[in-house]
């Protein structure tokens, strides 16, 4: 049996990686949008709301992943 | 509707998410060794965990889909599932039920029942629960099934299976804990994914005071835009109910029922490192409980402009004749969001559902090991058995949540259907547990008959109205009424039967020895010590801001 302490990682570092994929994957799809404008057919497309919001996802992700990267808990 | 065609990136964060939850669950796997890890994840959270993991075992497809849903037919009354119908509630579960529930260590609430009262109160009550979850699980499973015809046209049955297989796979990993770390992901993506269309939704109309002002226009003889000025009058308001329906059925029964026992959401806070954390955790969520409605309620309003306005060519689907309510959020992220975006939406519903059915299931193996299996059929089970009896049931419960899926589908709201069978359980059960923490004289046989009576009134009252044995005024008093507000006041008849058998029966019956019941009612057991913490510290402090805030909110949009 393992008597050590069981260290893991918080979920607020799970939780940092995940909006900061996927925010990337948004933002990278909301540039290929604004460089191609006609392959968007959505209501108020012309906002490019995947770019901006992609960004906002990738500000909070690497927030979380870098306040939580040496964080182990019990 | 033509079904959406995703593009590649919306796939890959589909399959971001997937990889997620599988990954997270593959890494916590090796934290998983006891029962009390599987079924109580260590009882090691913070109540940040606890409280947001409290928050999304309840914001599963009953929010998403439902709540949208019904704010488009019945208007903004369906907030007060949110502020009234939770807010007190929880409060309430944190400052003065906790401590009970913490304190006396049990695993599950039905073994609160075994301590209090005897034995075959909790069994009843386990087996109650056991059915409801699973009825509970279908319409997750149902909501499932929706978004994946809905936006991908895929067939009912194979949506249906391949949900429930992804689900079956991913609880049986490593138990609560995965579940709880799972639910957070999905608090988090839900708010990503989906407050963006409430955004959107907004910049098209103009403001949120044009949407109100667009509502009104839209229904001048009955609101669908307040909260308490037209509740006088159930023929004002769109869910056709009074103040009395909402304040007593929905604000009292109902919400006390949901929230200070199902053991669902109360288990995230067994799972809390200590008894403050365990107070602070409802505490937390409902800060975060009041803020839903700015995703749901908006879009249902911001559904009901756009299906009234011709030239938006926005309309909710129809199933043959009827209206498919449940359809609005779907189709505003299918206006709204491109390629990308899309696939963020999809995997924020999909989060959804499958973090509320992981909840659903994790709960009803922890009650069948411990309150049916353990209890009844196999008193000397081991740690190790019981570890693997949780997996199976794990299994077993997903494969009869498909079948109850099927059922769920024949309603036109999935909403009406939740509250139903939340009016058969939980409403007498909060008479139980009330009568049971707060008066020490209640009898076992007291509260086993009061809580017999309690279902078996609310459920005949359900049969009762469904197939017109009485009429539906009987038991609302007023002369009309919607469904909804027949779920409201059978709850209440189903908590007032209970309560007052209860006590009855008690009168009459053997009482439990004080000494037998200290530290699970209040007056023999010390109360709750915060000398020496900092009033900032003190979950006093939270729970009045909580309801100072939700105060505003009522009287803001009265």
Redesign the interface.
């Given at each position: 049996m393992d008597s050590e302490p069981?260290k893991?990682?918080p979920?607020w570092y799970?939780?940092g990686?995940?909006?900061l994929?996927?925010g990337a994957?948004?933002a990278?799809?909301?540039i290929y949008?604004y460089l191609n404008p006609g392959?968007?057919k959505?209501?108020?497309?012309d906002?490019h709301?995947?770019l901006w919001?992609?960004a906002?996802?990738i500000i909070?992700g690497a927030i979380f992943l870098l306040v939580n990267r040496k964080v182990t808990?019990? | 509707m033509q079904s959406i065609e995703l593009a590649f990136s919306d796939w890959l964060i589909i399959g971001l998410y997937f990889v997620f939850v599988l990954g997270i669950g593959f890494y916590l796997k090796r934290y998983t060794k006891s029962e009390n890890d599987f079924f109580l994840a260590g009882r090691k959270n913070s109540s940040w965990v606890a409280g947001l993991a409290f928050l999304s075992a309840n914001l599963g497809a009953l929010e998403l889909l439902g709540m949208t849903g019904n704010t488009f037919k019945y208007g903004m009354y369906v907030a007060h599932f949110y502020w009234i119908g939770a807010i007190p509630a929880m409060l309430f579960l944190g400052i003065y039920m906790m401590p009970f529930y913490y304190s006396s260590k049990i695993k599950s609430v039905p073994g609160y029942l075994k301590l209090r009262f005897d034995e075959k109160t909790r069994v009843l009550n386990g087996i109650a629960f056991a059915v409801m979850t699973l009825l509970v699980s279908g319409i997750n499973l149902y909501a499932m099934a929706l978004v994946l015809h809905t936006f991908l046209g895929w067939n009912w049955d194979i949506s249906m299976w391949i949900s429930a297989a992804t689900v079956a796979a991913y609880v049986t990993l490593s138990g609560l804990l995965s579940a709880i770390f799972t639910e957070i992901i999905q608090f988090f993506l839900i708010w990503f994914g989906l407050f963006l269309v409430s955004i959107l939704g907004i910049i098209e109309i103009g403001s949120i005071g044009e949407i109100f002002k667009r509502v009104d226009d839209l229904y001048q003889a009955v609101s669908y835009t307040t909260l308490w000025s037209t509740s006088a009058d159930p023929s004002l308001n769109g869910m056709v109910i009074t103040w009395g329906g909402i304040v007593l059925g929905l604000g009292f029964v109902l919400s006390f029922g949901y929230w200070t026992t199902d053991f669902l959401v109360v288990q995230r806070a067994f799972s809390a490192k200590d008894l403050r954390a365990a107070r602070m955790t409802p505490i937390l969520a409902s800060f975060f409980k009041m803020a839903v409605p700015f995703i749901v309620i908006l879009t249902g309003l911001i559904a009901i402009v756009l299906a009234n306005d011709k030239q938006t060519g926005f309309a909710l689907l129809r199933d043959g004749e009827q209206v498919n309510y449940d359809s609005a959020l779907p189709l505003l992220i299918a206006r709204y969001y491109p390629a990308g975006l899309v696939g963020l939406g999809v995997t924020a519903l999909l989060a959804g559902f499958m973090a509320g059915q992981a909840g659903n299931i994790s709960a009803f193996n922890t009650v069948w090991t411990y309150d049916i299996y353990q209890s009844v059929l196999n008193k000397k089970a081991s740690e190790a058995h019981l570890l693997w009896m949780g997996r199976v049931a794990t299994v077993v419960g997903i494969l009869i949540s498909v079948v109850t899926a099927y059922w769920a589908k024949s309603f036109p709201s999935i909403m009406d259907y939740m509250q139903a069978i939340f009016s058969w359980v939980n409403a007498p059960l909060f008479a139980t547990m009330l009568l049971g923490m707060f008066v020490k004289w209640i009898t076992p046989n007291g509260a086993f008959w009061g809580l017999l009576a309690g279902m078996g009134s609310s459920f005949t009252l359900f049969l009762a109205v469904k197939f017109e044995w009485i009429e539906t005024h009987v038991m609302t008093l007023s002369s009309v009424a919607s469904d909804m507000a027949a779920n409201f006041w059978r709850a209440w008849w189903a908590w007032l039967i209970c309560f007052a058998v209860t006590i009855v029966v008690s009168l009459f019956t053997k009482r439990k020895p004080d000494d037998e019941l200290v530290g699970l009612v209040r007056g023999l057991t010390p109360g709750v010590s915060t000398e020496g913490v900092p009033w900032h510290r003190r979950p006093e402090f939270y729970a009045i801001i909580s309801l100072m805030v939700v105060i505003a909110l009522n009287i803001y949009y009265w």
């Open positions: 069981r893991m990682k979920i799970f939780v990686l995940m909006l994929a996927m994957v948004v990278a799809s909301g949008h392959t968007v959505t209501v108020l497309a906002l709301p995947d919001w992609g906002v996802m909070a808990v019990d | -």
